[in-house]
């Protein structure tokens, strides 16, 4: 951190994974951590919202624990727990009470899909007290300096019994994430499967077409990564038509009528 206090961002970091910016979001987000302030990242499945975070905490030189949510995860997964070692009991801090202790960014992936308890425990370290209390133990963490809390989730796959309250969301900065455009995304892809750019460039319009049936025919649309996938597959010398297959056909959908008119779509762009 400079002397005025602001943060400058390793870019140059070996240890970064890749990240190819959209916009200000990395400037948004080390501004929010120089400031302690929580973020949220809102965007589809599979636009880069888990990348961006790995890509800021190298960045940042901060630890990262990234926590997958779903339906079980309770808070006492995120706190932690006693559990018996060597015949005696003892208290095993979870991801969050580790990233409060060391300073580093807990990144709650998904948060909505945790059970209810969990936003509770969030609450007072998403304003200034940033404490963590652990009932159990009798705790009452501050947390350490370098401390940041992040959560995603994807608004428009979400029901009613599963959003996030206006009074947690506004404890949040918010950062809205999509799928990159065409081009940016053809960089990407190339970058991270070795595939020559030109090839990658089918791949995004394929990956644009699918992504117009969600909702319809689709519940999700196909995510950067498969089409990474695909890439790197056909860079290793698979046909093109199979690494679709594997990679952008058979992960989005078990309909094998619904897979008969994706093929058409593959056929549409690539002949």
């Not at 790995?54 to 995120?78: E, K, Q, W």
């Not at 370098?146 to 996030?164: D, E």
């Not at 199979?242 to 008969?260: H, Q, V, W």
Request: hydrophobic residues 40%; aromatic residues 6%; negative net charge.
């Amino acid at each position: 951190m400079d002397m005025d206090g602001s943060m400058k961002l390793r870019t140059g970091a070996a240890d970064a994974p890749f990240y190819l910016p959209q916009g200000d979001e990395c400037d948004v987000f080390a501004a929010a951590y120089t400031n302690n302030l929580p973020v949220l990242l809102k965007g589809p499945t599979g636009c880069g919202k888990t990348r961006f975070v790995a890509h800021m905490a190298a960045s940042l030189g901060r630890p990262l624990y990234t926590v997958a949510c779903h339906d079980d995860l309770a808070a006492a997964d995120l706190i932690g727990r006693y559990l018996l070692k060597g015949g005696e009991t003892i208290w095993v801090d979870g991801p969050l009470t580790r990233a409060v202790r060391e300073g580093a960014i807990c990144y709650l992936d998904e948060v909505v899909e945790a059970r209810k308890d969990v936003t509770v425990v969030l609450h007072p370290l998403t304003d200034d007290r940033r404490i963590l209390p652990i009932d159990r133990t009798g705790e009452e963490l501050v947390a350490a300096s370098g401390f940041m809390l992040v959560a995603s989730y994807n608004p428009g796959y979400q029901n009613i019994l599963k959003t996030l309250k206006p009074s947690t969301r506004q404890r949040f900065i918010s950062l809205e994430f999509d799928f990159p455009s065409p081009e940016m995304e053809a960089k990407v892809v190339a970058k991270e499967s070795g595939l020559a750019l030109e090839r990658c460039k089918p791949l995004i319009r394929l990956a644009g077409k699918l992504r117009g049936l969600r909702g319809q025919d689709l519940e999700e649309g196909v995510s950067t990564r498969l089409v990474v996938y695909a890439a790197t597959l056909i860079a290793q010398g698979m046909s093109t038509d199979r690494a679709i297959l594997a990679a952008m056909i058979e992960p989005l959908t078990d309909d094998e009528d619904i897979k008969r008119g994706l093929l058409d779509l593959v056929t549409a762009v690539f002949g």
